[in-house]
């Protein structure tokens, strides 16, 4: 099994070199760009190779990414780390107050980035001006660097910021080690849609959506080239319908919102837009049961997914389409240990963070002496293994009386009347109130719906969990880059 970024780059070549690595839409020549896995690794190489024409003694050294999506991402994304370099991908969406504290915590060599955020935040160009390169520059690049085997696969190689609900984000240090120690996981499923389908994966193309700061593209993109598969990246969302025409795809992972756009085209007849996509992986936040019964009906496959940024996103799969199993995360990696602290679920194993960076309180906060990862989630395991998680630890309403309520028990509840599109949980005054959004142009009749709904519910639950407050929101519920609810 590969388990270095050089190892990754030697086998593009290796083994997949004349297949379709890359394709994605281009504005200016009107029409998609398609790149081979061999030309993939020559442009990483040449993008090391100017990195290391900069600064030979760049090894261990912290380099940003601040850009929008795209194949310039990917390129420098690798080559950073075939440099032995640090990489630090950064949220463009983030303000500068946001972008300035981690740039201060990471204390970058160099920021690779596209001119964005630049042209948004003049602050960066004054504040790290001597800092920034062009993240295409290596296109006219007249160096090229093979790079070299991993050193210390133990050592730090990736800061990858939480998208935290409350506070600010932290840095969590990922080795090679951690990195790659999950992929033959992230393979597996594919074969296991294989064995239950027939569908002939090895052809699969899958249709990136995701923030490539994030644990999940990083991971996908790896896996994606471990495979030698294609992946088609849209780069703007409001171009989804336009780049999903132009490169037809089996597979895409999906937040709440995605999943949701995808459901309403099914029920509404308009399954033809979506083309070949047939295979849907969810993951970051809990995906709406009965949202996915109804696509699984329709013949979609649909995969969950659990795991933490701190453990590169490993934990669990669900490829089960039994609708009885449809509320757990799924099975575990067989090559990970797993228990449960008072409910909390804990990981231990290679996928697990160093720790957060230049923050060992916060640390030791999750990460114990014997190398366990408490996660935080409330879980359950069944006798199969099945993982179902109840709540969030630091989530839990604790009242006056002692009472102990997990905001996300109830919105699973408030979530299955028809009239609600998303809830959101809290604690006022004492009590229990609920946040609720309707959809567009929502009115008393939406609410008289969720009051009944709310009624009848509260005469199943005991006193101190019953909702006594009920307020409608005018838009969407405040998500994270992850599609988490924000709580703060």
Request: aromatic share 8%.
């Amino acid at each position: 099994m590969i388990s270095t970024v050089y190892q990754l780059v030697n086998n593009m070549e290796a083994s997949h070199a004349g297949k379709t690595a890359i394709q994605y839409y281009d504005e200016a020549k009107g029409g998609v760009v398609s790149i081979r896995y061999e030309q993939y690794a020559r442009d990483i190489r040449r993008a090391a190779g100017l990195l290391l024409h900069r600064d030979p003694d760049i090894r261990g050294k912290k380099v940003c990414l601040l850009a929008r999506n795209g194949y310039d991402f990917l390129v420098n994304m690798f080559s950073v780390l075939l440099t032995g370099a640090v990489l630090a991908p950064l949220n463009l969406q983030k303000n500068w107050d946001e972008i300035q504290y981690e740039l201060d915590l990471v204390e970058p060599a160099y920021i690779l980035h596209d001119g964005e955020f630049a042209a948004r935040e003049p602050a960066l160009a004054a504040a790290c001006g001597e800092k920034l390169l062009p993240l295409d520059g290596y296109n006219t690049s007249a160096w090229s660097d093979a790079g070299a085997e991993c050193a210390d696969p133990d050592a730090l190689s990736v800061i990858l910021f939480t998208s935290g609900t409350t506070g600010r984000s932290k840095g969590v240090m990922i080795s090679q080690r951690n990195l790659f120690a999950p992929m033959d996981f992230y393979c597996l499923p594919f074969a296991d849609i294989e064995r239950q389908t027939g569908w002939d994966t090895s052809t699969f193309r899958s249709f990136s959506v995701l923030p490539m700061f994030h644990v999940a593209a990083l991971t996908s993109s790896i896996s994606w080239a471990i495979m030698g598969n294609t992946v088609n990246l849209c780069t703007d969302l409001k171009h989804f319908y336009r780049d999903l025409a132009a490169m037809d795809s089996e597979v895409m992972a999906v937040v709440p919102v995605l999943l949701q756009t995808i459901h309403h085209d099914v029920v509404r007849g308009r399954r033809a837009r979506l083309g070949s996509l047939k295979v849907l992986t969810c993951g970051a936040a809990t995906m709406d049961a009965g949202t996915m019964s109804d696509l699984i009906g329709a013949g979609f496959f649909i995969c969950q997914m659990y795991g933490l940024t701190e453990t590169v996103g490993d934990g669990a799969w669900n490829n089960s389409q039994d609708l009885a199993d449809i509320h757990s995360v799924g099975l575990r990696d067989p090559k990970r240990e797993y228990k449960l602290d008072e409910g909390e679920l804990c990981i231990r194993g290679d996928s697990v963070m160093m720790g957060y960076y230049k923050d060992p309180e916060a640390t030791a906060e999750v990460l114990d002496a014997e190398g366990w990862l408490h996660t935080g989630d409330l879980a359950r395991i069944d006798e199969r293994g099945y993982i179902f998680l109840t709540g969030r630890k630091k989530n839990v309403i604790i009242l006056g009386s002692g009472e102990n309520v997990s905001p996300e028990e109830l919105e699973a509840k408030l979530d299955q009347c028809p009239a609600v599109v998303e809830s959101l949980v809290r604690e006022e005054g004492g009590k229990i109130g609920a946040l609720v959004w309707c959809g567009e142009n929502a009115g008393e009749e939406a609410r008289a719906a969720v009051q009944a709904h709310i009624t009848e519910l509260n005469r199943s639950l005991p006193l101190y969990k019953r909702i006594s407050a009920l307020h409608l929101a005018d838009g969407p519920l405040p998500r994270n880059a992850a599609g988490k609810l924000l709580r703060g």
